[in-house]
């Protein structure tokens, strides 16, 4: 059976088919589309030599046990968010099937080393708000204890929803022990932004995820009447964090793959007849690396301290959470480039802005490299997610000769 990168293609759309309402993609983990999307994939390793199971932390493997224990991971996520996209984290599933399908068949159901499928659960976070979830179980990151109390929208504890699909929460950590004999990890994955489209590109080779730096910033100045506080005597606490939301932007854009955002300000007492006297922002800030990263920290907390001044005001800041940037494994990178190059003629290397399961594994010291396929209008996590049917076809084979290049390099 050689690689059918079509039948992925329509493989994704018996998915969409099946889990998928007007408003979009509904495999929501732990809920029963999820569980029925779990199912619908089972029935397809059933055709296959693999052995399949659960770990402790929900995530869904299949080996296809090879001559070495040395095992190449290739994975993905089969949740989404509500209202999601038909690719995101499927495409990644139903290409490294094909490629398992082919392994199977070119080597007689035992290639030189043990491939393995991993179906990360909970990568979105959608529900509980703890993305990557399964992955950081696998990497021994998780922070279970404090996230087991967790509710959903509808009260249900996070605890609760894991326990309905066979997930006990004491044993979470035991996921860990599917590491041993990780030789190496590669996940192919849809951009989620518009960098490949404007460089019309279909395939580009992914250097690591962005560290982020999360903040709360509060401005304190004075609550006054609007009609009898003369604007000379104000103290705006609106008015110097409305500066500093203009000002991240050159702050950002003095280095060419760094991103701020302030995504949220909430005004105290936010009535049209009060001078604001207290002001948060949210600030997100993203790069690769991380001096970068530390010095646009640095730079904006200055700048809120001068604005603060400018406008006679004070100025707090507390961290919402924060992750150090993640780079892959250099010599795996550079057989992503050629696996690219081979099958597009051509390649971009660059950082992504979302996280991935894939950095939770590389934390954990598995050598791990990323592809991304192009996004048309670079939109994800809404039903118009899409990506033209030859750059999908394109992405399985690339990944494909990406996973026969890991495996000579695991045998090296
Ligand atoms: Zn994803």
Request: charged letters at 25%; aromatic letters at 6%.
């Given at each position: 059976?050689?690689?059918?990168?079509?039948?992925?293609?329509?493989?994704?759309?018996?998915?969409?088919?099946?889990?998928?309402?007007?408003?979009?993609?509904q495999r929501l983990a732990w809920t029963?589309?999820?569980?029925?999307?779990?199912?619908?994939?089972?029935?397809?390793?059933?055709?296959?030599?693999?052995?399949?199971?659960?770990?402790?932390?929900?995530?869904?493997w299949a080996t296809l046990r090879g001559?070495?224990?040395?095992?190449?991971?290739?994975?993905?996520?089969?949740?989404?968010?509500?209202?999601?996209?038909?690719?995101?984290?499927?495409?990644?599933?139903?290409?490294?099937?094909?490629?398992?399908?082919?392994?199977?068949?070119?080597?007689?159901?035992?290639?030189?080393?043990?491939?393995?499928?991993?179906?990360?659960?909970?990568?979105?976070?959608?529900?509980?708000?703890?993305?990557?979830?399964g992955s950081s179980a696998f990497a021994?990151?998780?922070?279970?204890?404090?996230?087991?109390?967790?509710?959903?929208?509808?009260?249900?504890?996070?605890?609760?929803?894991?326990?309905?699909?066979?997930?006990?929460?004491?044993?979470?950590?035991?996921?860990?022990?599917?590491?041993?004999?990780?030789?190496?990890?590669?996940?192919?994955?849809?951009?989620?932004?518009?960098?490949?489209?404007?460089?019309?590109?279909?395939?580009?080779?992914?250097?690591?995820?962005?560290?982020?730096?999360?903040?709360?910033?509060?401005?304190?100045?004075?609550?006054?009447?609007?009609?009898?506080?003369?604007?000379?005597?104000?103290?705006?606490?609106?008015?110097?964090?409305?500066?500093?939301?203009?000002?991240?932007?050159?702050?950002?854009?003095?280095?060419?793959?760094?991103?701020?955002?302030?995504?949220?300000?909430?005004?105290?007492?936010?009535?049209?007849?009060?001078?604001?006297?207290?002001?948060?922002?949210?600030?997100?800030?993203?790069?690769?690396?991380?001096?970068?990263?530390?010095?646009?920290?640095?730079?904006?907390?200055?700048?809120?301290?001068?604005?603060?001044?400018?406008?006679?005001?004070?100025?707090?800041?507390?961290?919402?959470?924060?992750?150090?940037?993640?780079?892959?494994?250099?010599?795996?990178?550079?057989?992503?480039?050629?696996?690219?190059?081979?099958?597009?003629?051509?390649?971009?290397?660059?950082?992504?802005?979302?996280?991935?399961?894939?950095?939770?594994?590389?934390?954990?010291?598995?050598?791990?490299?990323?592809?991304?396929?192009?996004?048309?209008?670079?939109?994800?996590?809404?039903?118009?997610?899409?990506?033209?049917?030859?750059?999908?076809?394109?992405?399985?084979?690339?990944?494909?000769?990406?996973?026969?290049?890991?495996?000579?390099?695991?045998?090296?």
């Amino acid at each position: 059976m050689p690689l059918s990168p079509q039948r992925a293609v329509d493989e994704l759309k018996e998915l969409r088919e099946l889990t998928s309402d007007d408003s979009g993609a509904q495999r929501l983990a732990w809920t029963d589309t999820w569980l029925r999307a779990r199912e619908w994939f089972a029935k397809k390793l059933a055709e296959l030599p693999v052995e399949h199971h659960y770990d402790s932390a929900g995530n869904n493997w299949a080996t296809l046990r090879g001559a070495s224990k040395k095992s190449l991971l290739i994975g993905g996520h089969l949740d989404s968010v509500p209202n999601g996209g038909w690719l995101d984290g499927s495409l990644n599933i139903l290409a490294a099937l094909e490629v398992l399908r082919r392994f199977a068949s070119e080597f007689n159901g035992r290639p030189p080393v043990t491939i393995r499928i991993v179906d990360w659960a909970d990568e979105e976070g959608a529900r509980f708000g703890r993305s990557l979830l399964g992955s950081s179980a696998f990497a021994g990151t998780h922070s279970i204890s404090s996230d087991r109390a967790r509710t959903d929208r509808s009260g249900i504890k996070l605890e609760d929803a894991l326990r309905h699909c066979g997930v006990e929460i004491d044993r979470f950590a035991e996921a860990e022990q599917e590491r041993k004999d990780a030789a190496a990890y590669i996940e192919l994955h849809i951009e989620q932004g518009p960098v490949l489209e404007r460089l019309d590109l279909p395939l580009g080779v992914v250097l690591g995820t962005k560290g982020v730096e999360r903040h709360i910033i509060t401005f304190h100045g004075q609550e006054a009447h609007s009609g009898s506080t003369p604007m000379s005597a104000r103290r705006d606490a609106l008015a110097a964090a409305a500066k500093l939301a203009l000002e991240i932007r050159d702050i950002a854009r003095r280095h060419p793959d760094a991103v701020c955002t302030v995504g949220s300000l909430k005004t105290f007492p936010g009535i049209a007849t009060a001078v604001v006297g207290r002001c948060e922002a949210t600030l997100d800030q993203r790069d690769l690396d991380p001096r970068i990263l530390a010095r646009m920290y640095r730079e904006a907390q200055e700048a809120s301290h001068r604005f603060a001044e400018e406008e006679k005001c004070t100025v707090e800041w507390s961290r919402l959470w924060s992750i150090e940037p993640v780079p892959f494994h250099t010599e795996l990178l550079a057989l992503c480039e050629q696996a690219v190059r081979e099958v597009s003629g051509s390649f971009h290397r660059l950082p992504s802005g979302p996280l991935h399961d894939a950095a939770e594994v590389s934390r954990a010291g598995i050598p791990t490299a990323m592809m991304f396929v192009q996004s048309l209008r670079g939109i994800s996590h809404n039903k118009i997610e899409d990506t033209r049917e030859d750059h999908l076809e394109l992405s399985v084979t690339a990944l494909d000769r990406l996973a026969s290049k890991t495996v000579g390099w695991i045998l090296r």
